[in-house]
Nanobody, 122 residues
Framework: QVQLVESGGGLVQPGGSLRLSCTAS????????MGWYRQAPGKERVMVAT???????NYADSVKGRFTISREFAKNTAYLQMNSLKPEDTAVYYC????????????????WGQGTQVTVSS
């Protein structure tokens, strides 16, 4: 089995910071890209930030300059440092990874974490 486990969500005041972590575990052969998505109540899930195997990074326009994605390849872990948080950043944040499994190392599949709640409120 392959799974993603997230941590680091919570309640923070506007202007505050949080750091999310996501670790992939199980029978992993390769991890291509990792990323963070979020879904606010009544809205669709949208991309926040992604980081590819070659360290290419993409950010949603709404978080540029405030959020930073990083990755520790040796630990199969991705992070999302969120600074200057705004109420509109409130959402469930999901980790995503494009991974392949042992024994089928060139067949990549999207995996999702269970989600972690981030609430920005005074």
């Amino acid at each position: 089995q392959v799974q993603l486990v997230e941590s680091g969500g919570g309640l923070v005041q506007p202007g505050g910071s949080l750091r999310l972590s996501c670790t992939a575990s199980g029978s992993i052969a390769r991890i291509n890209a990792m990323g963070w998505y979020r879904q606010a109540p009544g809205k669709e899930r949208v991309m926040v930030a992604t980081i590819a195997w070659d360290a290419r990074i993409n950010y949603a326009d709404s978080v540029k300059g405030r959020f930073t994605i990083s990755r520790e390849f040796a630990k199969n872990t991705a992070y999302l440092q969120m600074n200057s948080l705004k109420p509109e950043d409130t959402a469930v944040y999901y980790c995503n990874a494009l991974m392949s499994r042992l024994g089928d190392s060139w067949r990549f599949t999207d995996y999702w974490g269970q989600g972690t709640q981030v609430t920005v409120s005074s």
